[in-house]
């Protein structure tokens, strides 16, 4: 057992201590810039709406309680979240970007990432008009003292700012801090609401036992949902490689059985961030536009309709959600450079190494492609049965409080805490190689 000395020198000279501090930093900045409210606008009016709106209650718990507040940071980590899904599927169509994704090495990548930027401006612009609009038509929403032409031009502005600086916010974690900038806002944002989730369940639970009964029920259920999510996340298919022996002099080097690990689940939680950006981006200006003073009824009953059809609480939702689920972890183990069939087959034929019983070259790929496809597949139907099992479990003993914090919140918030202790993880082993290589 490593001693309290040893376990200093780690944390010192791998730099963690650094990184960590630099995370909570950029994250103490990110809660500021959330308390900071929009001028001219009436934030007791909206944040009643956003109450009773699933939608924009949803929305507000992943902008950390920033659009319920009309914050200066109201549209959150969305604008780069849904220009990062963009960019990544134009990228998969379009020859030029996919080769800058897969044969330009950091250069491509870094153009891929100056072009989801651009995006994310565009799409910041346009969310923040759309978001005006519908304060526009909410009852004392606007403050009347305001200057109208003024005042829309400069919160457009000033959202579109604030979209920008949680955007800078994400990419300083993921390059200077801890883990993955986007998904740990999200983190931090899902955190900061449960203490309203559980004050409003335990308003609604105190005064009948039967509820209490269903709370604990759907407790448990949360519980294992979490421990599935666990094995999930570090479910690995471990494919055996065989390599080959070298004699140099009068000594035989190599030989050593490896294998190759294939994730269960190679997209972690992006897949399911993605999917919900994906859904509520459309659901969203349904329900903006919805507002709108329509002359033609069946206009109006349509965009009604949709709303309703696309709202977090119908069944199409929820089908719709799985569906997304599992294309994105097939599309997000398709561009992972180190999940690719032919280049791994490519790599083990070069250094002699191989399958057993599998000839190298064409046949070593196709055989992991199947493995790699049936392994995706398994991890894409247990991601979408466990996103549904809270989420019913929570109608079903009719304590929806915790709808907020359900299914989606947990696997966010397991896999972004999985992935922040592998990180961890690594700087300890790399100072532990460090010190080995001093000896």
């Known amino acids: 057992m490593p001693s309290t000395d040893d376990l200093m020198s780690m944390w010192n000279a791998s730099g963690l201590k650094e990184k960590i501090l630099f995370t909570f930093l950029m994250i103490a900045v990110w809660r500021f810039g959330v308390q900071m409210p929009l001028y001219g606008i009436n934030n007791q009016v909206f944040s009643s709406i956003a109450q009773g709106n699933n939608i924009i209650g949803f929305l507000d718990l992943f902008s950390g309680g920033a659009l319920g507040k009309v914050s200066i940071l109201a549209l959150g980590i969305g604008p780069f979240i849904t220009s990062s899904i963009i960019v990544q599927l134009v990228s998969v169509v379009i020859p030029s970007l996919e080769k800058l994704q897969k044969e330009e090495g950091e250069a491509g990548r870094r153009k891929l990432s100056q072009y989801t930027r651009v995006f994310t401006v565009v799409l910041a612009i346009f969310q923040s008009f759309i978001f005006m609009l519908y304060l526009h038509h909410l009852p004392g929403a606007i403050m009347p003292q305001v200057n109208p032409i003024a005042f829309y031009a400069s ?57 209490q009964i269903g709370l604990l029920v759907l407790l448990t259920i949360f519980f294992l949902a979490m421990i599935l999510i666990v094995i999930m996340q570090e479910a690995v298919r ?5 390599n080959p022996k070298r004699q140099i002099g009068n000594k035989v080097y190599g030989g050593m059985n490896s ?50 059809y696309l709202s977090p609480d119908g069944i199409t939702y929820y089908l719709l959600y799985v569906g997304l689920i599992i294309a994105l972890t097939f599309f997000y183990a398709s561009i992972m450079p180190n999940m690719q069939p032919k280049d791994i087959a490519d790599n083990l034929k070069k250094y002699g190494s191989s399958i057993p019983g599998i000839k190298p070259g064409k046949p070593t790929a196709e ?51 999985l992935d922040l202790i592998n990180q961890v993880r690594t700087h300890l082993l790399a100072r532990n190689y460090e010190s080995f290589l001093k000896e």
């Open 259 to 308: 294998f190759i690990p294939f994730k269960l689940n190679p997209g972690g939680v992006m897949p399911i961030i993605f999917a919900i950006a994906i859904l509520l981006f459309p659901s969203t200006i349904l329900a903006l536009v919805g507002q709108a003073n329509f002359k033609s009824a069946a206009v109006k009953n349509l965009v009604l309709n949709l709303n309703h």
């Open 367 to 417: 055989a992991l492609d199947k493995i790699l496809s049936k392994t995706t597949f398994i991890g894409a139907i247990g991601l979408g049965i466990i996103a549904l099992v809270p989420s019913f479990a929570s109608y079903a003993t009719h304590i929806e409080t915790l709808q907020g914090i359900g299914a989606t919140s947990l696997i966010i918030m397991v896999g972004v805490a």
């Open 155 to 211: 919160s457009i502005c000033v959202l579109t700012a604030g979209a920008v600086l949680v955007m800078w916010i994400s990419e300083l974690i993921t390059e200077k801090g801890i883990g993955n900038g986007g998904s740990l806002v999200i983190f931090c944002g899902i955190l900061s609401g449960i203490p309203i989730y559980a004050s409003r369940t335990a308003q609604l639970v105190k005064a009948s036992s039967q509820m």
């Open 238 to 242: 471990k494919v055996i490689i065989v």
